[in-house]
């Protein structure tokens, strides 16, 4: 196929070459992004937790009467037993917070007591003996706590850590050479040790927000119930036995003493409508990308089928006589992929330079990760693709066009 | 003339149902998605008091240090107070007006024992709250200077939990209990809520449910109630309340109202001084580091319009312009097809002004089709903006005759816009060149 008359026949019709190169162009710089967006907000949402969400949900209660912390403690005691005789629930724990929450306790991890540069970050679960298993979150070294080491207290007082268990995440961060087990670190901001008894697998720390990324992983699981006016249980049920577990928990507690709040609305959640609620955003992004990028390519396409078509028919008799002087079929229909594949060239060369450049300025105006050019490279082909399969009817048409037209001339 | 054109226009449409069903709906899904974008984006960055915004002040002082922060703050000092700071503050009252806030969260537990209790939340403030923010009343008011010095146990709370309390009576001078304790309401609020939340977005999203009610940030302190929001500590406090007060958490906000740019300065000069008198004082070692924002630009600093929000405004608009940059390419097709036609019409007589009033309605035809298939889709996008957004920014978002009136403005702007050079085109066609060739 030659180029060179293919070429010669575009300066003719300049202004639709031009509008075609540049909506490829765009649709490439838009779908690019797009789609980049999608696999780094897919990639969040994928991360994973750490505990066995199946089966878990979680009670947000609030005291109703103003209880001096030893009644709160005592009536968590009592709550804590009551749920552990459901026959549908598996084990319970008190949480101050937990994987996914989106908001709680955080602390710099210090390794020396005057360290004044604070640069490790690390969510603080209030927990007792029974967390790890109801999470169900595995030791992969030392041990769990056990109940007399677990205590009470209330937020303004000195943090009980003497013991803690870390993840591992924050255990390899700290400890990069050897074993985190019987290390002393600084977990209460204060100057207090703490010695390390045990190191989890995978945790997630209390929020999943971008300027926890870091730390996304760390936790320190602290022996204590955190008395507080709003407290958490992490109830896990027995297998299959989550829906009933989620009925019978709130009934038991209310049978143990009705003054408590426990909300319609979020007083009893699921670990998957947890999920849904951490992730909302990213997801709802992704899908909105999605489908903003295949209502873009729709329309592109639309628009290379529309003035593909009008110039078949605007050269009727100029394929007439090229058909008449020997052109066989395919040569008519090899020239129209050929043009279009030019100008298909020519559009992704300046939109992969575009999708680069929107990204930049993306990456300076929002929290956003540099373009990788593998999404480049699958715009342009993708993009390639669809104007040659977008060119292809009315090429055909075009190819169906007798030498006998040629002849027709008004 | 004009009508004409129009009957013209809309026989060439229907001559090619395809084309122009694509025209349409290239500018028809371009405007439906800007304008669903839009509608979020404008709901959620609105200047939530224009009259005002100017003369709202949020100061921060520095009680962090630079080595409490994190690199990549940019030295950005704490966005909230420590209580020290903000008495300090509340004394000097270098404003006109001013309060200090924070949210608490309370239990209320009704007189009927088998009603349930249910927790309300609201804020602790101080008299001037309710001037400052132009909060309206139904009832009663709030109170005076003298009801914070008092300590006093009195409460303004909003309609919705006079509706839920007192079935929406006039409750003013009522008793209510919270948490166990017998509180006076002085005043009732007409259901208010500014959007975003503007004078609580360190501890709220700014779109959350409105607060219930309002109480003596004296009395709130008084009662040892913890923050319903953050709290930040750079080191740990020793323990107990009085600990927590004299530590260097923050979790308190102060407003000043500050007509004019000198008492902007005066209060300005005044933070300057009080973060010196703390350097020379060895409370704070490091150089004073303050800042003083209204409205607007707290807002902006606190980043309460949601990134999402933009990166989907901003991708809609792109998508906008390559569906029109389509509709060019296709309105380009489908005049100069006609080429024939108008050299037959400008050779009979048709001036070049005729042909572009020709074409332009023409293409105005497409402009209102795809508006009114914009507006369509724009209202079917905004109902179903709670699948993409969160729900409580989805639910800010409405369609209104602003919104109605501007989809088919960008519609049909934009058509003719993009109808511009296929237009020209046209016009520029020769009669005797077309006439010659046939």
């Given at each position: 196929m030659q180029i060179k008359p293919i070429l010669a026949a575009m300066r003719h019709h300049r202004a639709g070459t031009v509008l075609i190169a540049l909506q490829i162009a765009l649709t490439l710089a838009i779908v690019c992004n797009a789609l980049f967006i999608i696999q780094q907000r897919m990639a969040r949402v994928s991360r994973p937790s750490g505990v066995d969400e199946s089966n878990l949900f979680v009670i947000q209660n609030f005291w109703a009467d103003q209880s001096s912390p030893q009644r709160i403690d005592a009536q968590m005691r009592a709550d804590l037993l009551a749920l552990r005789e459901?026959?549908?629930?598996?084990?319970?724990?008190?949480?101050?917070?937990?994987?996914?929450?989106?908001?709680?306790?955080?602390?710099?991890?210090?390794?020396?007591?005057?360290?004044?540069?604070?640069?490790?970050?690390?969510?603080?679960?209030?927990?007792?003996?029974?967390?790890?298993?109801?999470?169900?979150?595995?030791?992969?070294?030392?041990?769990?706590?056990?109940?007399?080491?677990?205590?009470?207290?209330?937020?303004?007082?000195?943090?009980?850590?003497?013991?803690?268990?870390?993840?591992?995440?924050?255990?390899?961060?700290?400890?990069?050479?050897?074993?985190?087990?019987?290390?002393?670190?600084?977990?209460?901001?204060?100057?207090?040790?703490?010695?390390?008894?045990?190191?989890?697998?995978?945790?997630?720390?209390?929020?999943?927000?971008?300027?926890?990324?870091?730390?996304?992983?760390?936790?320190?699981?602290?022996?204590?119930?955190?008395?507080?006016?709003?407290?958490?249980?992490?109830?896990?049920?027995?297998?299959?036995?989550?829906?009933?577990?989620?009925?019978?928990?709130?009934?038991?507690?209310?049978?143990?003493?009705?003054?408590?709040?426990?909300?319609?609305?979020?007083?009893?959640?699921?670990?998957?409508?947890?999920?849904?609620?951490?992730?909302?955003?990213?997801?709802?992004?992704?899908?909105?990308?999605?489908?903003?990028?295949?209502?873009?390519?729709?329309?592109?396409?639309?628009?290379?089928?529309?003035?593909?078509?009008?110039?078949?028919?605007?050269?009727?008799?100029?394929?007439?006589?090229?058909?008449?002087?020997?052109?066989?079929?395919?040569?008519?229909?090899?020239?129209?992929?050929?043009?279009?594949?030019?100008?298909?060239?020519?559009?992704?060369?300046?939109?992969?330079?575009?999708?680069?450049?929107?990204?930049?300025?993306?990456?300076?105006?929002?929290?956003?990760?540099?373009?990788?050019?593998?999404?480049?490279?699958?715009?342009?082909?993708?993009?390639?693709?669809?104007?040659?399969?977008?060119?292809?009817?009315?090429?055909?048409?075009?190819?169906?066009?007798?030498?006998?037209?040629?002849?027709?001339?008004? | 003339?004009?009508?004409?054109?129009?009957?013209?226009?809309?026989?060439?449409?229907?001559?090619?149902?395809?084309?122009?069903?694509?025209?349409?709906?290239?500018?028809?899904?371009?405007?439906?998605?800007?304008?669903?974008?839009?509608?979020?984006?404008?709901?959620?960055?609105?200047?939530?008091?224009?009259?005002?915004?100017?003369?709202?002040?949020?100061?921060?002082?520095?009680?962090?240090?630079?080595?409490?922060?994190?690199?990549?703050?940019?030295?950005?000092?704490?966005?909230?107070?420590?209580?020290?700071?903000?008495?300090?503050?509340?004394?000097?009252?270098?404003?006109?007006?001013?309060?200090?806030?924070?949210?608490?969260?309370?239990?209320?537990?009704?007189?009927?024992?088998?009603?349930?209790?249910?927790?309300?939340?609201?804020?602790?403030?101080?008299?001037?709250?309710?001037?400052?923010?132009?909060?309206?009343?139904?009832?009663?008011?709030?109170?005076?200077?003298?009801?914070?010095?008092?300590?006093?146990?009195?409460?303004?709370?909003?309609?919705?939990?006079?509706?839920?309390?007192?079935?929406?009576?006039?409750?003013?001078?009522?008793?209510?209990?919270?948490?166990n304790r017998d509180y006076r309401i002085v005043g009732v609020a007409k259901s208010w809520d500014p959007r975003p939340r503007y004078y609580d977005v360190v501890n709220t999203s700014g779109f959350g449910d409105s607060p219930d009610f309002f109480m003596p940030f004296s009395r709130a302190i008084d009662l040892q109630m913890d923050t319903d929001g953050n709290n930040n500590c750079n080191k740990a406090p020793d323990g107990g309340w009085d600990a927590w007060l004299q530590s260097t958490c923050v979790w308190l906000t102060v407003w000043a109202e500050l007509p004019d740019a000198a008492a902007v300065q005066r209060y300005r000069s005044y933070l300057d001084g009080y973060a010196a008198d703390q350097k020379r004082a060895g409370r704070y070692n490091w150089a004073p580091n303050n800042r003083l924002r209204n409205v607007m630009e707290w807002l902006d600093h606190e980043h309460v319009v949601p990134q999402e929000t933009k990166v989907s405004l901003l991708v809609a608009l792109g998508f906008l312009v390559v569906c029109l940059v389509n509709t060019i390419g296709l309105l380009l097709a489908k005049f100069m097809r006609r080429s024939q036609e108008i050299g037959v019409r400008r050779a009979l007589g048709a001036s070049r002004r005729e042909i572009y009033t020709q074409f332009l309605a023409e293409a105005s035809m497409v402009g209102v089709a795809g508006g009114v298939l914009g507006l369509l889709l724009t209202a079917g996008g905004v109902y179903s903006i709670g699948l993409v957004f969160e729900p409580e920014i989805a639910a800010l978002a409405h369609v209104d005759f602003g919104l109605i009136g501007l989809t088919l403005l960008v519609a049909i702007g934009a058509t003719v816009i993009a109808a511009f050079y296929p237009t020209w085109r046209a016009a520029q066609v020769q009669p005797a060149w077309q006439l010659k060739s046939n």
């Open positions: 459901l026959g549908s629930v598996q084990d319970v724990a008190p949480a101050n917070s937990f994987p996914m929450r989106g908001s709680g306790w955080d602390n710099f991890i210090k390794t020396t007591p005057d360290q004044i540069r604070s640069t490790l970050d690390s969510a603080i679960y209030f927990t007792d003996d029974h967390t790890l298993a109801t999470l169900g979150v595995s030791l992969i070294e030392g041990r769990n706590f056990t109940s007399s080491e677990v205590g009470s207290q209330t937020p303004p007082d000195p943090m009980l850590a003497s013991e803690v268990i870390i993840s591992k995440a924050l255990a390899q961060t700290m400890f990069p050479q050897g074993s985190a087990l019987g290390k002393t670190i600084y977990v209460s901001g204060g100057n207090r040790p703490s010695t390390v008894i045990g190191v989890t697998d995978t945790l997630q720390a209390h929020t999943v927000a971008n300027w926890m990324n870091e730390y996304a992983y760390n936790a320190v699981l602290v022996p204590a119930r955190l008395l507080t006016d709003r407290t958490f249980y992490l109830v896990r049920s027995r297998p299959g036995q989550l829906a009933a577990a989620m009925r019978d928990a709130p009934k038991a507690l209310f049978a143990q003493s009705r003054m408590r709040i426990i909300n319609r609305k979020d007083g009893v959640m699921s670990f998957a409508q947890v999920r849904k609620a951490a992730y909302g955003r990213d997801v709802g992004m992704a899908i909105l990308m999605g489908i903003v990028s295949l209502v873009l390519l729709a329309i592109t396409a639309a628009g290379i089928v529309g003035l593909t078509s009008f110039w078949v028919g605007q050269r009727r008799k100029q394929i007439g006589i090229r058909r008449a002087l020997g052109a066989t079929r395919h040569d008519i229909l090899s020239y129209f992929l050929t043009e279009n594949l030019l100008i298909g060239i020519t559009g992704v060369a300046i939109g992969a330079v575009l999708a680069l450049g929107i990204n930049l300025w993306m990456v300076t105006q929002f929290e956003m990760a540099r373009l990788s050019l593998a999404y480049v490279a699958i715009g342009v082909i993708a993009l390639l693709l669809l104007g040659q399969g977008a060119v292809l009817a009315p090429a055909v048409r075009a190819s169906n066009v007798p030498p006998v037209e040629a002849t027709r001339s008004v | 003339m004009l009508a004409y054109y129009l009957r013209l226009g809309l026989r060439s449409l229907r001559r090619n149902p395809v084309l122009t069903g694509l025209m349409i709906m290239a500018i028809g899904f371009g405007v439906a998605a800007s304008m669903t974008t839009f509608a979020v984006f404008r709901a959620v960055s609105g200047n939530p008091i224009p009259w005002k915004s100017g003369q709202l002040f949020v100061p921060q002082i520095d009680g962090f240090g630079p080595t409490g922060r994190d690199p990549g703050d940019n030295g950005e000092p704490p966005d909230a107070l420590n209580y020290q700071d903000t008495m300090a503050l509340m004394r000097a009252h270098p404003a006109s007006r001013q309060t200090a806030l924070y949210p608490v969260a309370i239990a209320v537990v009704p007189a009927d024992a088998s009603k349930q209790p249910f927790s309300v939340s609201g804020y602790a403030v101080t008299t001037d709250f309710f001037g400052m923010f132009e909060m309206p009343f139904q009832y009663g008011n709030g109170w005076g200077a003298n009801e914070d010095d008092k300590r006093a146990s009195t409460v303004v709370i909003s309609s919705k939990l006079n509706q839920k309390l007192f079935d929406g009576a006039n409750s003013v001078g009522r008793n209510i209990v919270l948490d």
